[in-house]
């Protein structure tokens, strides 16, 4: 089992910046994605930006440029910068992780953390 802590989310006015960590504990070995995802109210939960192990990254077309996703292996967290921040930011942040043992997928999430940026 893995368990997923996220941290950094506040209030922030537009054109401002943060970042949010999301820490790994228990078993961790294995983990190959981690990835951001983001609801907004009344919205699906979407993709925001995802990290290999190897340190490949993909972001959605609408954070492309402002937010970077990193991982630290030895800390077993990751984190998501976000700079130029948007009023349509606004949503809670999850942290997801993918990991795989022994062929088989297991998916974990926090609890997720509030980012709201004001205009």
């Known amino acids: 089992q893995v368990h997923l802590v996220e941290s950094g989310g506040g209030l922030v006015q537009a054109g401002g910046s943060l970042r949010l960590s999301c820490a790994a504990s228990?078993?961790?070995?294995?983990?190959?994605?981690s990835s951001w995802y983001r609801q907004a109210p009344g919205r699906g939960r979407e993709l925001v930006a995802t990290?290999?192990?190897?340190?490949?990254?993909n972001y959605a077309d609408s954070v492309k440029g402002r937010f970077t996703i990193s991982r630290d292996n030895a800390k077993n967290t990751a984190y998501l910068q976000m700079n130029s921040l948007k009023p349509q930011d606004t949503a809670v942040y999850y942290c997801?992780?993918?990991?795989?043992?022994?062929?088989?997928?297991?998916?974990?999430w926090g609890q997720g953390t509030q980012v709201t940026v004001s205009s």
């Open positions: 997801n992780a993918i990991q795989f043992v022994q062929l088989a997928e297991r998916q974990y």
């Open positions: 228990g078993s961790t070995s294995g983990i190959t994605y």
């Open positions: 990290i290999t192990a190897s340190g490949h990254t």
